[in-house]
């Protein structure tokens, strides 16, 4: 029996550079693999711990939209981080949507236990 979706939003696969601000003054770059309206997953050259703040931004390809969001860390898994964002303009929502339409869902059965 197929189980349901317990996702909130659909995920897509994707390949766009990121930037996690984890202080004032330490940036870490790296590149997010998968994305959805509620947050996404990326690869840093080092772990954080799960439950920090931190400030992420990133580009959408093909729209030219930047879009910085504050997130916590709410998954790790050696240097894959899940980020969950915390608060998401209705503007940068839309751009995200726009954006996850042209891309490839992510199947569900790969990351059930994330």
């Known amino acids: 029996m197929k189980q349901p979706n317990r996702r909130r939003c659909a995920r897509y696969h994707t390949n766009l550079l990121l930037r996690v601000r984890a202080s004032p003054e330490h940036d870490l770059d790296g590149s997010c693999v998968v994305i959805s309206e509620g947050g996404l997953t990326g690869i840093l050259p080092k772990a954080i711990?799960?439950?920090?703040?931190?400030?992420l931004r990133f580009v959408l390809h093909g729209l030219g939209r930047v879009i910085e969001v504050p997130a916590l860390i709410r998954s790790l898994r050696d240097i894959h981080h899940g980020f969950e964002f915390v608060s998401?303009?209705?503007?940068?929502?839309?751009?995200?949507?726009q954006f996850c339409n042209g891309?490839?869902?992510?199947?569900?059965?790969?990351?059930?236990?994330?």
């Open 49 to 55: 711990s799960i439950g920090f703040a931190v400030e």
């Open 88 to 97: 998401l303009t209705e503007s940068d929502r839309m751009a995200l949507r």
């Open 103 to 114: 891309l490839s869902i992510q199947s569900d059965h790969r990351h059930r236990n994330s």
